[in-house]
Antibody, heavy 119, light 110 residues
Framework: EVQLVESGGGSVKPGGSLRLSCAAS????????MSWVRQTPGKGLEWVGR??????????DYAAPVKGRFTISRDDSKNTLYLHMSSLKTEDTAVYYC??????????WGQGTLVIVSS | QSALTQPPSVSGSPGQSVTISCTGT?????????VSWYQQPPGTAPKVMIY???NRPSGVPDRFSASKSGNTASLTISGLQAEDEADYYC??????????FGTGTKVTVL
C-alpha cells in the first residue's frame, strides 16, 4: 500500500525558515517524480514544485510565488522527500501535501502538514 | 500562471448528471492532453479521479467521465450519489513545465 507521511509543519514568524519531510513507502521511491502541493485553509489547491527522479536529472521546477525561496530535494536512500522553505511570508500559510506524480497527474497524496506563518 | 477557471458550485438531485467546466489557455489546457481532476470531500486529502483528460484510475466509478475541447476541459458525474458531494479541482500541466490547478467547484447533492 502506498503511504506518504508529511511532517515538520508548525508555526514560524515571517522571514523564518522551515523544512518539511515526506516519508514514502509502498512503492519504488527512486523511480517516482514527486510534487508538493499546498492548500490555504478554506481555499483552493496550489502547486508548489516538483522534483524528477535521479535518472531524469533530479530536475526541479517551482511555482512563481515560491521560486527562489523554496527548494525541493530528495534522499532516495531514505525514501524521503523534502521541502526547504525560507523567507517565509504570511501568504505561505497552508496545509502542504506531498504527491506522487505520474502521467502528468498527482496520483497519490499524503495527509498533509500545516504550516502557519504569523508574527 | 493564473488559476484555471471553474464554476464555484454546481448541484443536482440523486441520479441526475452534473458537469463541471475548467477553462484555461493555449499554454495549459489547450496545449496538451495533460488535464487531471481531483475529488476532495471535507477534511480529507484530494483524490485523483481522472488523468490525461479522460482516463480513470482503477477504483474510480465509471459514473465519472471527462473530455476536453480547445482550452476547456469538463468533468461529468452521471447518476449522482450522496457520496459524490465534495469539492472538485481540475489541473493541467503547462508549457512552462509547471502545473496549475483550477479554482475549485463545490458539488452539492440536493
Amino acid at each position: 500500500e502506498v503511504q506518504l507521511v508529511e511532517s515538520g509543519g508548525g508555526s514560524v514568524k515571517p522571514g523564518g525558515s522551515l523544512r518539511l519531510s515526506c516519508a514514502a513507502s509502498g512503492f519504488t521511491f527512486r523511480n517516482a517524480w514527486m510534487s508538493w502541493v499546498r492548500q490555504t485553509p478554506g481555499k483552493g489547491l496550489e502547486w508548489v514544485g516538483r522534483i524528477k527522479r535521479k535518472i531524469d536529472g533530479e530536475t526541479t521546477d517551482y511555482a512563481a510565488p515560491v521560486k527562489g525561496r523554496f527548494t525541493i530535494s530528495r534522499d532516495d536512500s531514505k525514501n524521503t522527500l523534502y521541502l526547504h522553505m525560507s523567507s517565509l511570508k504570511t501568504e505561505d500559510t497552508a496545509v502542504y501535501y506531498c504527491t506522487i506524480d505520474s502521467n502528468y497527474a498527482h496520483l497519490d497524496w499524503g495527509q498533509g502538514t500545516l504550516v502557519i506563518v504569523s508574527s | 500562471q493564473s488559476a484555471l477557471t471553474q464554476p464555484p458550485s454546481v448541484s443536482g438531485s440523486p441520479g441526475q448528471s452534473v458537469t463541471i467546466s475548467c477553462t484555461g489557455t493555449s499554454s495549459d489546457v489547450g496545449s496538451y492532453n495533460r488535464v487531471s481532476w481531483y475529488q476532495q470531500p471535507p477534511g480529507t486529502a484530494p483524490k485523483v479521479m481522472i488523468y490525461e483528460v479522460r482516463n480513470r484510475p482503477s477504483g474510480v466509478p465509471d459514473r465519472f467521465s471527462a473530455s476536453k475541447s480547445g482550452n476547456t476541459a469538463s468533468l461529468t458525474i452521471s447518476g449522482l450519489q450522496a457520496e459524490d458531494e465534495a469539492d472538485y479541482y481540475c489541473s493541467s500541466y503547462t508549457s512552462s513545465n509547471t502545473y496549475v490547478f483550477g479554482t475549485g467547484t463545490k458539488v452539492t447533492v440536493l
